[in-house]
């Protein structure tokens, strides 16, 4: 086939520059790691020995990790005093961890995946999956990191009232489990914003309920959550007000199941909150950057879990709102509906 000489020279550019991104990753996770970035917020024009003083790290190394940063646009660079800055914009998503836009944790997610690709190219040729539980640590605390500043933003204020008369029922005093709750970000900001209700996260991996327990404790609000261990399809309790799924629904074996197992579960007056990755029904609506991220999050994580489940129906990311929808009615749910949405999240609602 003849070559598009100008096409071969775009790709060739796009490619370098991702290899590049790949690279920087690792450094975004040192940068966190370190406090580097913490150190150059606020402080503004900043030699590498300035840096490393303040951190308690080699200069040799601050001063390359700066040049690296320079290179892609994360700090700024002047050459006649030789010094870096960090702007306010990129302190913003890589310093203030109370900010919306804090992103280090994505980029502990992208380095725990990368260290685990043997793991995945293997079940690409067996077909069989890849546990949430057999990747690497630092996607656990890289995935509550990413998602919780998301979920501080939007959960209290935006998602919960979104859905009919819940946020009346949690005012009041309800019960709310938190399948799937992880290091339990969401089912503590729920319990710090709703006082007098009560609060159960369920997690079938024991090394995340044991730092939710510790999170809850550091949070105040221990007394009104637990966590346990406990699978979607097994987790106890009847009447519960409000059930909520985060971002974990298509990683399940049998979502169907899980659907039902939630529906024998809630009072039946009670709410399904499905929270899942923002995607449109066909691939090439998906075909963008949130979309992309999705996507190769999903094959390398998502896809693999559920792989590695009973069923294995493997809805991926970017299942999308319609085929959620046959998932929750075929679990016998009957009333389904989009009940706001962000850039980056689809909140559903489901109901007996």
Request: hydrophobic residues 45%.
């Amino acid at each position: 086939m003849a070559i598009d000489e100008a096409k071969l020279e775009e790709f060739v550019g796009r490619a370098v520059g991702e290899m590049g991104a790949a690279m920087n990753a690792a450094l975004v996770v040192i940068g966190d790691k370190l406090g580097l970035y913490k150190a150059m917020a606020g402080a503004g024009p900043l030699t590498s020995a300035e840096v490393a003083k303040r951190t308690g790290c080699a200069e040799r190394y601050v001063r390359e990790w700066l040049a690296a940063q320079a290179a892609g646009g994360y700090v700024t660079y002047d050459a006649a005093a030789r010094t870096y800055t960090l702007p306010p914009e990129q302190a913003s998503c890589l310093a203030d961890e109370s900010s919306p836009t804090f992103l280090p944790g994505g980029f502990q997610v992208v380095a725990a995946v990368l260290k685990d690709e043997h793991k995945v190219a293997e079940a690409f040729r067996t077909g069989k999956g890849v546990g949430w539980h057999e990747h690497d640590p630092g996607l656990f605390e890289g995935t509550e990191r990413f998602f919780r500043p998301n979920y501080a933003t939007h959960l209290v204020s935006e998602w919960i009232p979104a859905l009919e008369g819940v946020a009346a029922k949690l005012e009041a005093g309800a019960r709310v489990a938190d399948v799937g709750c992880g290091h339990g970000a969401s089912t503590i900001l729920m319990a710090a914003a709703y006082p007098s209700s009560t609060f159960v996260g369920f997690d079938y991996h024991e090394p995340s309920i044991s730092w939710a327990r510790k999170a809850a404790s550091r949070a105040g609000v221990g007394g009104r959550v637990c966590f346990e261990v406990a699978s979607s399809k097994a987790y106890p309790g009847k009447g519960y007000d409000l059930v909520a799924f985060f971002d974990c629904l298509h990683d399940m074996g049998d979502p169907v199941g899980a659907a039902r197992h939630v529906l024998s579960t809630l009072d039946r007056d009670g709410t399904w909150m499905i929270v899942e990755p923002f995607a449109a029904d066909g691939v090439e609506q998906n075909l963008n950057p949130v979309g992309r991220v999705y996507y190769s999050a999903s094959t390398m994580i998502c896809t693999p879990a559920s792989l590695a489940q009973e069923v294995g129906l493997a809805l991926g990311a970017q299942a999308g709102e319609a085929r959620l929808r046959e998932v929750v009615t075929a679990g016998g749910f009957t009333r389904f509906r989009r009940a706001t949405e962000t850039p980056f999240n689809l909140v559903l609602e489901a109901r007996p």
